[in-house]
């Protein structure tokens, strides 16, 4: 098979959070006909144990721990380079030095690049033909948390947006095509790099509709007491944290107090100390890591995705979504499913409308419904298999002619996009 070099930010596997869903499965896809030589960053200790399993799946597998502590102290360097800090907390010379060698080794012609920050490995080979994937416009996040912080924080976040946005943008400009998970994130991207208008094409997440299927809903984790509404995703990441203290603290007292039964589960491994502190509110109960969430959703009557800082499609509202749970979904995130509010999902946009979604989903045919065509909504639209169709022809275009002409010339750009340090 034809060698291909794939590139992540973290490792891909176990498929256990948003991004290395994504980034899993579209491994796993091109793996079928490609021998994949992988390079990846391990941030997450308890995924050690699951590096064999990967390497299964590759004719190599180059991994490297990296501390997540100590990379953002080494970061800030880059305030004094002008490039964006996700840029240097990627940077290494030993995964550089990999990808070099495996380029020479194995004759690549071909890459996919998970997330911006690691396009830079391939700076140096220009020849080698790419998709990137850049999932969200990571920037715009950026973007979104500065007003909700003060100063210092406020202005980092602010830099980080428009540094980093100058090398997503160098990232499109090098690569054969370049992808976002929604129409959306797509009109985003160009509006915030007009040069680049039409290099980017939408890729969807989907489900594994097989394991996230309501046949494995196992042994329910409530007491036979309770009206459980449960929220999952890693507690450590910013929009999630935001979400499950905004919910709880603000939301489930007026939910509270039309269902005196109500709890909030918030399921997710690595919480924030501001997430362990919802417990105190004693009305909150945080998991940590869970072996298994399928029936934390299975078994709720109500799943919530409150994120009022996120991009994209989250694959917290298919998994519940595919498990036939009735989802409460953030307003600005419904433009991102391919579905119909008040059939497939609830829609909600500030306190009160979220907990009055909340209690109609207690109604038992309420939730029922809501249920059904959920699943048969993710049955329609989101599955992987059909959604990944498309690598396959793009993989396949002769290596002879681009699939797109070159868009906007790298002398164009910020100095923030080619500082190595």
Known sequence: MEPLLFLAHRLPFPPNKGDKIRSFHLLKHVARSHALHVGAFVDDAADLPEVPTLAGMCAQLHTERIVPRTRKMRSLRALATGEALSVAYYRSAAMQRWVDDTIADHGITRAVVFCSTMAQYLDPHPQVRRIVDLVDVDSAKWSDYAPRHRWPMSWLYRREARTLLACEQQAVSAADRSLLVTPAEVALFESLSPALRGRVTALPNGVD???????????????????????????????????????????????????????????????????????????????????????????????????????????????????????????????????????????????????????????????????RAARARIEQTYRWDRALVALDDWLAEPLTARALQPGLPTDGLPDACHAHG
């Open 209 to 371: 509709v097989d394991f996230f299927n309501p046949a494995h809903a196992g042994t329910s984790p409530y007491a036979k007491d309770e009206r459980a509404v449960v929220f999952t995703g890693a507690m450590d990441y910013l929009p999630n944290i935001d979400a499950a203290c905004w919910f709880a603290r603000e939301v489930m007292p007026r939910v509270r107090a039309g269902m005196p039964s109500a709890r909030f589960f918030v399921v997710g491994m690595n919480p924030a100390p501001a997430v362990r502190e919802l417990e105190g509110l004693g009305y909150v109960t945080v998991t940590g890591r869970v072996d298994d969430v399928r029936p934390w959703l299975a078994h709720a009557d109500c799943a919530v995705a409150p994120l009022r800082v996120a991009r994209g499609i989250q694959n917290k509202v298919l998994e519940a979504m595919a498990m036939a749970r009735p989802v409460v979904v953030w307003a600005s995130l419904a433009a991102s499913l391919d579905a119909e509010p008040g059939r497939d999902f609830e829609l909600a946009g500030d306190v009160a409308s979220y907990a009055a979604a909340v209690l109609a989903t207690f109604d038992a045919e309420r939730g029922r419904a809501l249920g």
